[in-house]
């Protein structure tokens, strides 16, 4: 018996999706697809992406300057070189 994701064109694996219908301004969409040099799917993505990590970025900046380092950074400068 076939795999019926194979059938439908979906690749085995692949992570759950969900199909959505949005009501978005058109010009937000359009600035947002020209900041992201992507299409209408991949810019939403990149949209939720930021979004869902918007946490973690406060977290992290709420660590600033709480943080110590063993890591000498005259020593990383160097490192670059």
């Not at 359009?30 to 992406?49: F, N």
Request: charged share 30%.
């Amino acid at each position: 018996m076939r795999d019926a994701s194979i059938d439908a064109g979906i690749l085995a694996g692949m992570d759950a999706q969900r199909k959505v219908t949005v009501h978005l301004p058109k010009d937000l969409l359009v600035q947002a697809q020209r900041a992201s040099g992507q299409g209408i799917t991949e810019t939403l993505r990149q949209g939720l992406r930021l979004v869902a990590a918007g946490e973690t970025f406060r977290r992290v900046s709420m660590l600033r300057g709480r943080v110590k380092f063993s890591i000498d950074v005259r020593q990383l400068r160097e490192d670059r070189g």
